[in-house]
């Protein structure tokens, strides 16, 4: 992802500014949704892979990035609560 577009990246909803998800937290990510474990902000259930997303910094919202585009629409968010063996902060 292009950095100088990721400086300026921010949740639409609390305006908290994103990073790129580690790999252990994409990883925990998809193990949940693999266990059918997850809803986006929506409530609407996540049964796809993450390959890549974004995280806002104080790590309570993933949103999923497709073919290089952050997919950063409120309601695709993906609460960090819901992940029980999500990995703490480094």
């Given amino acids: ?23 252990q937290e994409l990883e925990a990510l998809n193990q949940a949704i ?6 986006n902000v929506a409530g609407a259930p996540v049964s796809a892979p993450v390959t890549e997303a974004l995280i806002t910094t104080d790590r309570k919202v993933i949103y999923r990035v497709e073919d290089g585009i952050p997919v950063m ?10 992940l029980t063996d999500f990995p703490a902060a480094a």
């Fill in 34 to 39: 693999g266990a059918g474990q997850v809803q």
């Fill in 73 to 82: 629409l409120p309601e695709e968010g993906i609460g960090t609560l819901q």
């Fill in 1 to 23: 992802m292009d950095k100088r577009l990721l400086e300026i990246l921010c949740c639409p909803v609390s305006k908290v500014p994103v990073r790129p998800l580690q790999r």
